[in-house]
């Protein structure tokens, strides 16, 4: 039986419905070298994110993705700390950002070390908080892969093959993602656990499709946000649904998020766009709750479970 791992445990299938596949609690976008996310305090990230998870348990979501990887100032203890003060389940992974966010010890480590540290992570605990990672999250650059990311990527595919977790790359251009895919099933893991995150930013449309009829999970997670609006993400989805391509798509807002390197962890964006507003417009344009419950918690389940 397939299992969501999450900060509260395990959660199956039944116990979830609305699941947020690509937000943030807690990112450090400040300067790499100040680090200022290991002087983050919990208390103060609940203070500002524990109201918006609130919002959105109230909207009947269920459980939230965190896609901040090492390198930008990933906090598993401070996750874990905003779920058990909101009674709210969130997904964390383990996984390297691209460079130059990819950190010293990463750079030097063969695939192999950083393999065996990816497969601690999901199956123990991340850095002592108490927290199983679930899933993969890395990047590549927007024209093509470094060396670096490349043996990043043939270690998670390696550690995804031996756990069955799903890998997430921040990747912005389709030619990147198909290229990333090859090299996932080169190192003997399958495109099926692959995640083109931020897939709405290849102007290519055509690739969007070619990376889900290849098996990926195509990502649609700028909801709500610029520079796209709504009518384009439904023209998305409708393009995928007619494709019969449905089962392969996520969507999100990529929003949230206390920043440690902004007065008092800045101004939260609210991650509510998706229940408030754009299921609305999915129901107005002609999907049927089926599709939208497909959309938006089988798939989000599927890919991340394991
Ligand atoms: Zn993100």
Request: hydrophobic share 40%.
């Amino acid at each position: 039986m397939p299992q969501l791992i999450t900060t509260l445990g395990p959660r199956e299938a039944g116990d979830l419905r609305m699941i947020l596949p690509h937000e943030h609690v807690f990112v450090d976008l400040g300067p790499i070298e100040e680090a200022n996310y290991r002087q983050a305090q919990a208390q103060d990230v609940i203070a500002l994110m524990a109201p918006e998870i609130e919002k959105i348990k109230a909207l009947g979501v269920t459980a939230l993705v965190e896609c901040t990887p090492t390198g930008v100032g990933r906090r598993a203890d401070i996750d874990r700390a905003v779920s058990e003060a909101t009674d709210f389940p969130v997904v964390v992974p383990t996984g390297i950002y691209r460079e130059p966010w990819v950190p010293e010890w990463a750079q030097t480590a063969s695939q192999a070390e950083v393999r065996d540290w990816m497969l601690a992570e999901l199956t123990d605990q991340i850095e002592a908080s108490g927290v199983q990672a679930a899933w993969i999250k890395l990047s590549a650059g927007d024209d093509g892969m470094t060396a670096c990311e490349e043996k990043i990527l043939r270690a998670a595919a390696q550690a995804g093959a031996a756990t069955g977790a799903v890998i997430g790359s921040h990747t912005i251009r389709g030619e990147v993602a198909l290229k990333q895919m090859a090299v996932i099933e080169a190192a003997g893991y399958t495109a099926e656990r692959f995640i083109w995150i931020h897939t709405q930013n290849e102007p290519d449309l055509k690739l969007h499709l070619e990376a889900a009829r290849r098996g990926a999970w195509i990502e649609y997670d700028g909801i709500g946000r610029p520079p796209h609006d709504d009518d384009y993400y439904l023209q998305r989805l409708q393009e995928a649904l007619e494709a019969d391509l449905g089962h392969h798509v996520l969507l999100s807002h990529d929003k949230g998020w206390y920043d440690p390197s902004k007065p008092g962890g800045g101004t939260p964006q609210p991650y509510t766009y998706l229940s408030e507003h754009f299921i609305p417009k999915m129901r107005a344009a002609g999907m049927g709750e089926e599709t939208i419950r497909q959309l938006t918690w089988v798939n989000p389940f599927q890919a991340f479970a394991r």
